[in-house]
């Protein structure tokens, strides 16, 4: 049973934490803090890139270099590396999505906003789509419809394992690879915004109990809240990399001759 910690606030936390009122009271619903930072997130990544290639030199300043570094980062060490030759027409989108993700979960370390639109499963499933539409696309694309699904579900194996095989190539490969990829992203970001609020929180829980030796306790509970702090900064940053790393590899199955 939730309990109310020191100042008046509820503990344990519960997923109600995730929705989230509209920021008009009795109006737009679906104007909420979540639809206010993705806005924000790409509008900072248009400014930004625009800011560093506003006057581009041969020796890059400083923000020059950021900029094309992350590009550089992506293309070479993802699109190219998971993807071949041909990934290089494909890094734009890649570094568009991994700098979008990567801010987006950076928002939920950030103090006042302190937490990720893609801690709502609404939104890591819409960049799972793109991914999964992106990589349907480019192999029809490029072997026709029929050879793509084709390639896709019949495996290299003798004709009696069809049966099985077929059914499970299809759920792998057009089910479980988008819901995996959403659901990766979203309950990473939910747990990591979860035991934040838990020991963030619970410190003040304690702090209001009666006995001095729970009293105690709060400083701990508060020491690891900040080390799951920069625990969590790292987990951000390893989310988006997976994330690029396995659209470049279903892009790259999508191109290959066969599956």
């Known amino acids: 049973m939730p309990i109310v910690a020191e100042g008046g606030v509820p503990f344990p936390p519960g997923v109600e934490e995730f929705y989230l009122p509209s920021l008009v009271e009795g109006a737009y619903p679906w104007l909420t803090k979540f639809t206010l930072l993705v806005w924000l997130a790409v509008a900072a990544l248009i400014v930004f890139f625009l800011w560093s290639y506003r006057n581009p030199q041969l020796i890059p300043t400083k923000r020059q270099w950021i900029a094309e570094s992350i590009y550089g980062f992506t293309r070479d060490g993802v699109a190219k590396d998971m993807i071949g030759h041909d990934g290089v027409r494909f890094a734009p989108y890649l570094t568009t999505l991994f700098c979008f993700i990567l801010l987006t979960n950076l928002f939920g370390l950030i103090p006042l906003i302190q937490i990720s639109p893609n801690s709502h499963i609404a939104f890591p499933i819409v960049l799972a789509v793109i991914s999964y539409v992106l990589f349907i696309w480019v192999g029809i694309r490029k072997h026709g419809a029929g050879r793509f699904f084709k390639n896709a579900l019949l495996p290299p194996a003798p004709w009696f394992v069809m049966p099985l095989l077929i059914p499970i190539e299809f759920f792998s490969t057009f089910i479980v690879r988008p819901v995996t990829l959403a ?56 989310q988006a990399y997976v994330f690029v790393v396995l659209t470049a590899s279903y892009v790259q199955g999508a191109l290959a001759d066969e599956h």
Do not use: C, D, Q
């Open 183 to 238: 659901l990766r992203l979203f309950a990473n970001m939910f747990a990591g915004h979860m035991i934040l609020l838990v020991f963030t929180l619970g410190g003040f829980a304690l702090l209001g109990a009666n006995s001095i030796a729970i009293k105690a306790v709060a400083p701990l509970s508060w020491a690891m809240a900040i080390a799951l702090y920069f625990l969590e900064v790292i987990v951000a940053l390893l």
